[in-house]
């Protein structure tokens, strides 16, 4: 499965590098890409070992405000 998060608060490509790390090492992210350019976190996850709340709570946790989600299969 697939979310992309709009969010508010990546301000440079570290803080992006940040991101990928936190939810990279995250059991059940297959894969975490972030644009900071655009403020978009895409996110590869396997929902039967994580659910969604907990990545927002994973962005929420580095200072990011989650604006907007859309989902894919």
């Keep these: 499965m697939t979310l992309d998060f709009t969010v508010e608060g990546?301000?440079?490509a570290g803080c992006a590098t940040d991101i990928e790390t936190v939810l990279g090492n995250?059991?059940?992210v297959l894969k975490a890409?972030?644009?900071?350019?655009?403020n978009i976190v895409h996110?590869?996850?396997d929902p039967v070992?994580?659910?969604e709340e907990k990545i927002i709570l994973a962005l929420r946790g580095l200072?990011?405000?989650v604006r907007q989600k859309n989902t894919g299969g």
């Design 10 to 12: 990546i301000t440079c």
């Design 33 to 38: 890409d972030v644009d900071y350019a655009e």
């Design 49 to 51: 070992e994580v659910q």
């Design 63 to 65: 200072g990011l405000e």
């Design 43 to 45: 996110v590869e996850y």
């Design 26 to 28: 995250m059991d059940g």
